[in-house]
């Protein structure tokens, strides 16, 4: 494990929290009493606007990587603004996270995956030095997913997911329970936000429910998800009869 808390320091918070992104429960939680990361792996899971991408961006910005997605080490141009909370949020490291701190820019992994913009991002360096060789504008979105995987969540460092589910099928999606468990335990960390039941039953992991009320550290068979996807692999009908006509 790497990172130990999230939290935003008294003087860089706003006095009130009247604008956006202090206006989003979760992030005004953080900024009160930080998050804490006590597993290797952390799932986020919540609605849609639930605040789990503003989170991600802010660890990604806080970590070093760009919050638009890529790989860590990389020398970044300045020409761009990290996001309001990334401007803010500090991450407090854990012993192997601060040598690895201290460590050469090539020796920094990690990773930001953001689903809505993987596809376009991997075409734009495939074949790259520091990614990888395989051409991904020839792949479908979920071999690519995989080439990026394969390549990049290898060594201890820092991977932030976000809803990497939307490409995978069921069967990638237990491939990428492999890697994250194997992630956890080989020394790095993994923060992921997800709808998918399959990827948060990932052994071992941290689950921390975002909503309305805040952060909540919850259990896998606790959360809402979990319940509406049982009763309607059950039963469609039980839902759909409330939402289309017969
Ligand atoms: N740049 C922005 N400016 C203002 N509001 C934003 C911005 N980005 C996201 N939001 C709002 O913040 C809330 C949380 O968004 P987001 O973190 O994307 O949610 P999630 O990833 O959980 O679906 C939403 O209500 C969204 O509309
Ligand atoms: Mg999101």
Redesign the pocket.
């Known amino acids: 494990m790497l990172v130990r808390r999230a939290y935003i320091p008294e003087s860089l918070r706003p006095r009130d929290f009247q604008e956006?992104?202090f206006t989003?429960p979760c992030v005004a939680e953080l900024a009160e009493h930080g998050m804490t990361f006590d597993r290797p792996v952390t799932f986020l899971v919540?609605?849609?606007?639930?605040?789990?991408?503003?989170?991600i961006e802010a660890f990604a910005e806080a970590y070093g990587l760009d919050a638009r997605g890529g790989r860590a080490g990389r020398k970044y141009g300045n020409d761009r603004p990290k996001t309001l909370l990334g401007e803010v949020v500090r991450l407090e490291s854990t012993a192997d996270g601060a040598r690895l701190r201290r460590a050469s820019r090539q020796r920094q992994k990690g990773y930001f995956l953001r689903a809505e913009t993987a596809f376009g991002f991997m075409e734009a360096v495939s074949g790259m030095r520091g990614y990888w060789d395989e051409d991904t504008s020839q792949m479908s979105h979920g071999e690519g997913f995989h080439t990026v995987f394969s390549a990049m969540f290898r060594e201890p460092g820092l991977y932030l997911l976000d809803e990497p589910e939307a490409a995978l099928s069921f069967t990638s999606c237990l491939r990428l329970v492999a890697l994250i468990q194997q992630l956890g335990q080989s020394g790095a960390q993994v923060v992921c936000?997800t709808h998918s039941p399959l990827l948060a039953a990932t052994p071992g992991a941290d689950i921390v429910e975002?909503s309305e009320e805040g952060l909540r550290r919850t259990s896998w068979d606790k959360l809402e998800l979990v319940d509406h996807w049982r009763r309607y692999l059950n039963n469609p009908n039980s839902y759909l009869r409330h939402i289309v006509d017969s």
Not at 46 to 55: I, V, Y
């Open positions: 956006w992104p989003v919540g609605e849609n606007g639930s605040g789990k991408s503003t989170l936000a975002i």
